[in-house]
């Protein structure tokens, strides 16, 4: 029998189109090589990290937070095993979610690699080595990405000593100092872990900034935030080697503007420097599936290869390697697979960096207009004068709002503070409707909230903020 | 004293009568602004500003507490936390001391004047003012009344003693052992809980039979849940009758009739607030009236030509937020502005555990309305970022047409939900479809995703229930 949809790869692009497939009356089929689905989101990533950010967070809020509220608490102590536990357990009941949504929605699963043998048949390879033949009208590959390593340098990766974000969210003890190589979303998430449960972290960046894409303003207020932390960041540096030694490792790097290189000591090294396709043992060449010139499967605006009858979603292919625009390409894709039009806005894709504060953004960058050529305005309205961030003490970052200088219309939205990452969500879906900073200003915003300043940010970029 | 004219006078600067008055500044309007206490009115002085704090110190006790009684699922252990009450209370009088003066600040960057003392209307167009210095006359082509509203004395109980108001309740300098609170709205539920919080033994007395009655039980089980979890003990359909007669015992009557005792070291009542419509000489003008509030137009006006009401004194819902958006929309009109305002999307937030929010119309009040609806409940149970912070207990629920999906209400329950409902808003100010909320990407994993979440459900499938 043969199916009409097989993916490969349960991650959140592949489970999510293979869901909104059988929704819409598809037979699908899912054939994923990790023990459990979910992806690298659910397992290894996005899921994971929130949890131990959260309960480090917790940790350190305990230590630090609460003295100026007056509650007084002697030094709480950390039950690492204990946390490590919590992170299991959310990433298990995630993934029983998944493996529940294919049972409820009838998709059969398939564990084991998926190798595409011509367009309509993938063969499943077992543990035990047993292959398995499959039919298929359409194949999905959703196999995302794994982790990139350095350019041009040689670094073993053991997940013990030097380990990518697989490892940094397991170790077993909390290193006495981390180095971080590479400052861009998961260095800095997991730096943070770390170094809220005692570490000392050190960042080291190529680029002169923190955080690379995002707006110059927020990645400067964001750097000097992280820095009064206690983390030690080192921009312009471009690091030549990783090594083991001893009892730890060693970072050599050289200041990108020349000069001496410099080394520094480690208990752990944490490579974070990007995440990379992943398409090995897919038989992609044999099924004569193009690439591009950075190793992504090539699509069409419609998600479709060079090979009829071959699609592919998420990290695998060009755009943003986040988890929900690979959901959003899963959906989209999809609906084209049941004769629907389904389509992705790549205009309006938020990211969120869950630091304390977090960041969040949507649209544009303020660079990014003036590169552009584009006449822009610019509101902007800090958390230091909003109601709810006070009695929060909560009162670090700002809002900052672009919109177009004639049109009014809002074309990006940027926010350091608390909670940035379910804020950002007003200005998205505002500028998914093509909205204006009037509109967002005019809006009723609930008092006391942290929002209220995304309403300021807004009145202050087609008028006057009231509150500033 | 010289008399003082202007285009526009605003009597009363709470939330209302101090953005209006800034908004009028800023557009240039000559404009003076009368008030008799401290800027900043009931939101920042004795209201929202106050409370939010409190619950916050609250919160962070309680969890601490939780984690040195070893009930934390993450592995934090904290030993012997203990609250300093005077403390947590002085950091919160300097934050609404910052907050007021920062009002007074905005005034003067505006170019507002201000005058401090009682204001009493002479005529609609006169306004006296009895000013620590002496009688302050002032002559205005507009006026603004925005007095706002205190809290409902019950007769039998009386404020004084141990029966205190919120305002009393913001202001102990020490936790109570013993906490009664009389009423079950909103005002009542967020000071009970955060009292649990800090170590007060409470109970809530609740006339009605369920507790925030303004909202469907859907929405409110979750914090009956949380109630119970806290060791608050709620008594429904019971009345109180007033305290015993040596001052210590709060009597009620259960609604079997039978006697109910309840030792408390205070009793704090919060039945509702009511508009204040007396002592600024509203006998000296003809202002007509719906109930008991002054009566307005969809554009604040009075019955009488150049005099604005806005804020609590023009009645339900009396929330901060919507005090400022009339505000704001009178300051424009006074300046020559032709501005309305739709009312459909003022979000209203209930800061209890978990928090509350709706906005626009519930399942109920749509059907009431006589409109087919379609209803997308999504639960948090089933959000990957509520797993990570340990608080799955809620859900976001939409109400939209049945006929063409337009969004008509979004509801929810869950911790920290009260920042989700400006997304909320702005959907039913945008006359977002169904359709529309589904097709936005939401960041993963937020709480947020659940909003799309209940839009695709009520469109038929939720992708991950
Ligand atoms: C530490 C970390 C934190 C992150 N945090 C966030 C975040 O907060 N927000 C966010 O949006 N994104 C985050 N991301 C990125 C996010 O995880 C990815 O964008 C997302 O997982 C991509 O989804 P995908 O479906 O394309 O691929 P993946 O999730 O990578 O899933 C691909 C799946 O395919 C399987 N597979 C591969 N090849 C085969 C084969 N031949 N046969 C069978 N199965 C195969 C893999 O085992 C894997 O399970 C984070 C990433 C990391 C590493
Ligand atoms: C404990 C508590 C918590 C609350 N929490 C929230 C919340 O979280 N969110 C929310 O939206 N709302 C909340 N509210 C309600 C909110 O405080 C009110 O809706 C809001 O303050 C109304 O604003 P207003 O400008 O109409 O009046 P007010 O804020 O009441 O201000 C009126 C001002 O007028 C002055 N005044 C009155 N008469 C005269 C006179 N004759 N001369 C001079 N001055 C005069 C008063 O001194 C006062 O300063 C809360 C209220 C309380 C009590």
Request: hydrophobic share 45%; glycine share 12%; with cysteine.
């Amino acid at each position: 029998m043969a199916y009409d949809v097989i993916v490969i790869g349960s991650g959140p692009g592949g489970y999510v189109c293979a869901v909104k497939a059988a929704q819409l009356g598809l037979k699908v089929a899912v054939v994923e090589k990790r023990a459990t689905y979910g992806g690298t989101c659910l397992n290894i990533g996005c899921i994971p990290s929130k949890a131990l950010l959260h309960a480090s967070e917790m940790f350190h809020h305990a230590a630090h937070g609460m003295d100026a509220l007056g509650v007084e608490v002697s030094a709480p102590k950390l039950n690492l095993e204990k946390m490590m536990a919590h992170k299991d357990a959310t990433v298990k009941s995630n993934v029983d979610g998944v493996s529940f949504l294919f049972k409820k929605n009838k998709i059969d699963g398939f564990q084991g690699t998926g190798k595409i043998v011509a367009a309509g048949k993938v063969s499943v390879t077992g543990e035990d080595g047993k292959v398995q033949e499959l039919e298929t009208k359409n194949i999905v590959i959703a196999t995302g990405s794994d982790v990139a390593g350095i350019p041009g340098v040689n670094v073993e990766i053991d997940e013990k000593v030097i380990v990518s974000s697989t490892g940094a969210i397991a170790l077993d003890k909390v290193p006495q100092h981390l180095v971080v190589v590479g400052g861009g979303v998961i260095g800095m998430e997991l730096g943070s872990v770390w170094s809220r449960l005692g570490a000392k972290v050190t960042v080291v960046e190529y680029l002169d900034k923190l955080l690379g894409g995002m707006d110059g303003e927020v990645s400067k207020q964001f750097q000097r935030m992280m820095a009064k932390q206690g983390m030690d960041i080192r921009t312009d540096a471009k690091v030549s080697g990783v090594e083991k030694t001893a009892n730890g490792a060693k970072v050599t790097y050289e200041p990108v503007k020349g000069g001496e290189a410099q080394t520094v000591e480690a208990d752990v090294v944490l490579i974070s420097t990007g995440r990379k396709p992943y398409t090995a043992g897919l038989g992609l060449e044999e099924a004569g599936v193009a690439l591009d010139n950075r190793g992504r499967v090539e699509i069409d605006s419609h998600f479709k290869t060079n090979v009829a009858g071959i699609y592919a979603i998420g990290d695998v292919v060009k755009g943003p390697m986040l988890a929900h625009k690979a959901e959003d390409e899963g959906v989209a894709l999809a609906e084209i697979l049941a004769g629907q039009h389904g389509h992705v806005n790549y205009d309006v894709i938020p990211g969120v960096v869950y630091t304390q504060p977090e960041v969040a953004s949507v649209g544009k960058t303020e660079e990014e207009l003036k590169a552009a050529g584009v006449a822009y305005k610019v509101g902007k309205f800090p958390f230091t004068a909003n109601g709810r961030a006070r009695a929060m003490l909560a009162t670090d970052g700002f809002v900052k709002i672009l919109a177009d200088k004639e049109t009014d219309r809002v074309l990006g939205g940027h926010i350091v503070g608390f909670g940035a990452g379910e804020m950002i969500h007003e200005i998205t879906v505002l500028m998914e409707f093509g909205g204006s900073s009037e509109d967002l200003g005019r809006t009723c915003h609930a008092h006391p909230t942290m929002s209220e300043a995304v309403k300021e940010a807004a009145l202050g970029t087609f008028f006057k903020p009231i509150h500033m | 004293m010289k008399e003082i004219t202007c285009k526009l006078l605003v009597i009363g600067a709470g939330p209302g009568g101090y953005v209006s008055a800034i908004r009028a500044g800023q557009l240039g309007v000559d404009t003076v602004i009368v008030e008799m206490a401290k800027p900043g009115g009931t939101c920042l002085n004795i209201g929202c500003i106050p409370s939010k704090a409190l619950i916050h110190a609250a919160d962070d006790f309680h969890r601490t507490a939780a984690m040195a009684a070893g009930r934390n699922a993450m592995g934090i252990r904290a030993e012997n936390p203990t609250i300093d009450f005077g403390r947590t209370i002085a950091w919160k009088d300097g934050i609404t001391g910052r907050l007021t003066m920062g009002v007074a600040g905005l005034l003067k960057k505006a170019g507002v004047k201000m005058v401090v003392g009682r204001a009493r209307f002479r005529d609609g167009k006169t306004v006296e003012v009895e000013t620590e210095t002496g009688q302050q006359v002032i002559r205005a082509e507009n006026v603004i009344i925005a007095t706002g509203s205190a809290p409902v004395e019950l007769p039998m109980l009386p404020f004084g003693g141990k029966v205190i108001s919120s305002t009393g309740a913001l202001s102990l300098t020490q936790v109570p052992e013993k906490l009664a609170v009389v009423g079950a709205g909103y005002i009542g539920l967020e000071l009970g809980i955060a009292f649990a919080k800090l170590g007060s033994k409470v109970t809530i007395v609740e006339a009605l039979d369920r507790i925030l009655p303004l909202y469907d039980t859907q929405l409110t089980q979750p914090v009956a849940k949380r109630l119970s979890a806290l060791g608050v003990e709620v008594l429904h359909g019971t009345k109180v009758k007033g305290m015993s007669s040596n001052g210590e015992t709060l009597l009620a009557e259960a609604a079997d009739g039978e006697e109910r005792r309840i030792v408390a070291d205070k009793v704090l009542v919060t039945v509702g607030r009511k508009p204040v419509i007396e002592g600024w000489g509203r006998e000296e003008l003809e202002l007509d009236m719906d109930g008991r509030y002054l009566r307005i137009d969809d554009q604040c006006r009075t019955s009488m030509r150049g005099i604005y009401a806005i804020g609590d004194v023009t009645g339900e819902p009396m929330l901060a937020h919507r005090a400022m958006a009339q505000g704001e929309m009178v300051a424009e009109i006074v300046s020559g502005k032709r501005r309305s305002w739709d009312k459909g999307a003022i979000p209203a937030v209930c800061f209890t555990d978990p928090e509350i929010v709706s906005v626009g119309l519930s399942p109920d009040e749509a059907r009431a309305a006589g409109r087919e609806v379609k209803i997308g409940q999504f639960p948090f149970s089933a959000n990957g970022r509520a797993m990570t912070l340990s608080a799955e207990e809620g859900f976001v629920r939409v109400v939209a047409r049945a006929d063409n999906h337009l969004v008509l209400g979004i509801q929810g329950v869950g911790a920290g939900i009260s920042e989700l409902s400006a997304a909320f808003s702005l959907a039913v100010e945008m006359g977002a479809r169904l359709e529309d909320i589904a097709g936005t990407i939401h960041a993963h994993p937020t709480q947020s995703e659940a909003f799309a979440e209940a839009a695709l459900k009520a469109l038929g499938h939720a992708l991950h229930v």
